[in-house]
């Protein structure tokens, strides 16, 4: 049952990580353990399914309430505010960074390991920073824009570290998408998930086989995504001094829940054992 709750939980984390802006719900994946996994189910079904298929059915309960459920009550968090919420994430994130670290070491650490993560990191940040700062461009919404929304988040998933809501807000397809996805709006959900499902089954071989041939310079470049991706929403800007107060207590919030779910597996690991 703890297990099934934890499962439950991370699910939900994932889903509702993929809406918000900046953050990637395959770093809550590969933070979360639960990379690996669907990487495998998607790439050798036959034989992933047996082994974690009670694994995946709270995992698959959970992203959906946090991704189509929770999408509403995220729009209501950042409309009241964006940066409180923000910074809930960035304290669970920041929590899972140590266990994030020691998995990329797990199979040791070499130069080329180093340069992979300094420059995923670099990459990843000022291709950010352009996407959001630079660039103001702005799309009308229709079916095939929302297919390439789906894209974006099948990418998130496959691709640690791709933060699909940080480009959707900067061609002003983040908002509408998002209201869809709350009312359960036909064209919408009928445009995005088709193009989320086959970008995740078109790169999941792709992504598997580099992480088999390079596993340390593979972790440690996702490691410097997760730095990046992290540093460049932080927010800078607060309305009022409330608002400063609230984002402490929403980052601290952050790191206790990943904190308790390391000491969750943990626990889960060694009763196992």
Not at 121 to 138: D, E, N, Q
Request: proline fraction near 4%; glycine fraction near 10%.
């Amino acid at each position: 049952m703890e297990r099934w709750l934890r499962d439950l939980l991370c699910g939900v984390l994932i889903g509702a990580g993929a809406i918000l802006p900046g953050v990637s719900g395959g770093v809550l994946a590969v933070v979360f353990d639960i990379y690996r996994p669907l990487m495998e189910t998607l790439t050798h079904p036959r034989a992933a399914i047996p082994r974690y298929w009670k694994w995946f059915i709270p995992l698959g309960l959970g992203w959906c309430l946090g991704f189509l459920g929770f999408a509403k009550g995220i729009a209501a968090a950042i409309h009241v505010s964006s940066t409180v919420t923000t910074w809930l994430f960035i304290g669970l994130i920041v929590g899972t960074v140590p266990s994030l670290f020691r998995e990329a070491g797990k199979e040791g650490r070499s130069a080329g390991s180093w340069v992979s993560m300094a420059v995923c990191a670099l990459a990843v940040f000022f291709s950010l920073f352009y996407v959001g700062k630079v660039i103001c461009v702005t799309v009308e919404p229709n079916f095939w824009w929302y297919n390439f929304c789906g894209a974006l988040w099948g990418m998130s998933v496959v691709i640690p570290g791709m933060t699909s809501s940080s480009v959707m807000m900067a061609l002003g397809l983040y908002q509408p998408m998002l209201e869809g996805l709350a009312r359960l709006d036909l064209l919408v959900l009928s445009a995005c998930l088709p193009g989320m499902i086959l970008t995740i089954l078109l790169l999941a071989r792709l992504v598997s086989w580099f992480f088999r041939r390079h596993y340390a310079i593979a972790f440690h470049g996702i490691l410097g995504i997760v730095l990046a991706s992290t540093l460049v929403i932080i927010p800078t800007s607060y309305s009022r001094p409330a608002e400063v107060l609230w984002s402490v207590v929403c980052c601290l919030g952050g790191f206790a829940m990943a904190f308790f779910m390391a000491r969750l597996d943990q626990k889960i690991q060694k009763d196992a054992g």
